[in-house]
């Protein structure tokens, strides 16, 4: 069976430091992973997918994800927070088939001025 | 590309009454997918469509949810009866055809069941 875990559901980080957003997953097979990004009362918008051909992958407003397949991780990184990085974020893995997809329970990041 | 389009944003309801939500995805995704999220959780699946064909359904959709995709177009996902733990954001996302192993999901805002 897939799923992922999100290790914290909160995170505080001041304006202008570094975001580590933590995801552990479990499958059986190579799994496809995604991180999603949801704004209050808005939908989810895709940050970034890992493919196969590349462990470090880059999303968008400057978000990265590394591929761990010795420590079944994929944690969420960027060096420098914006406010308008709060959010709440999702670890998201598929099913072999790529047809199902599993969500974590989320992290709420706070950002401090 | 105009995006997943849900309608409507929002629904007030009473207990017991049917309601109806409508999902129009990307037009040339085949697959499209149905979610509900309650406040502090993440999105647990409902139910699949590959074109017209609805090819998984969560045991957590009971007998008086249903959800139709004709033509492989839009969506509707009717509850009926309703009951006050129906109340939730419900979000439909679309996905294009499966030419690659990590096709990912494109999300709409989501409709706000509220029932009272």
């Known amino acids: 069976a897939q799923s992922v875990t999100q290790l914290d559901s909160h995170v505080s980080v001041s304006e202008g430091t570094p975001v580590l957003l933590r995801c552990n997953y479990s499958?059986?097979?190579?799994?496809?992973l995604f991180w999603y990004v949801q704004h209050p009362n808005k939908g989810l918008q895709l940050l970034l997918k890992y493919t196969s051909a590349a462990t470090l992958v880059k999303g968008i407003n400057g978000f990265e994800a590394e591929f761990k397949k010795s420590e079944t991780s994929f944690h969420l990184t960027k060096p420098s927070a914006h406010m308008s990085d709060a959010a709440e974020y999702f670890c998201?893995?598929?099913?072999?088939?790529?047809?199902?997809?599993?969500f974590g329970t989320g992290t709420s990041l706070t950002v401090i001025p | 590309d105009t995006g997943v389009s849900q309608n409507p944003r929002h629904k007030i309801t009473k207990r017991g009454q049917n309601v109806t939500f409508r999902c129009d995805p990307i037009s040339e995704h085949n697959r499209l997918y149905w979610y509900r999220q309650t406040l502090g959780q993440g999105p647990e699946f409902l139910t699949y469509f590959q074109n017209e064909a609805q090819l998984e359904k969560s045991r957590l959709l009971s007998d008086r949810f249903s959800a139709e995709r004709p033509k492989g177009s839009f969506s509707t996902l009717e509850i009926q009866r309703t009951e006050q733990g129906d109340s939730a954001m419900y979000l439909c996302?679309?996905?294009?055809?499966?030419?690659?192993?990590?096709?990912?999901?494109?999300f709409g805002n989501g409709t706000r069941l509220t029932v009272t």
């Open positions: 499958s059986s097979y190579s799994p496809s």
């Open positions: 998201v893995v598929t099913t072999n088939t790529g047809n199902q997809f599993y």
């Open positions: 996302a679309s996905s294009p055809p499966r030419s690659s192993y990590n096709s990912p999901l494109h």
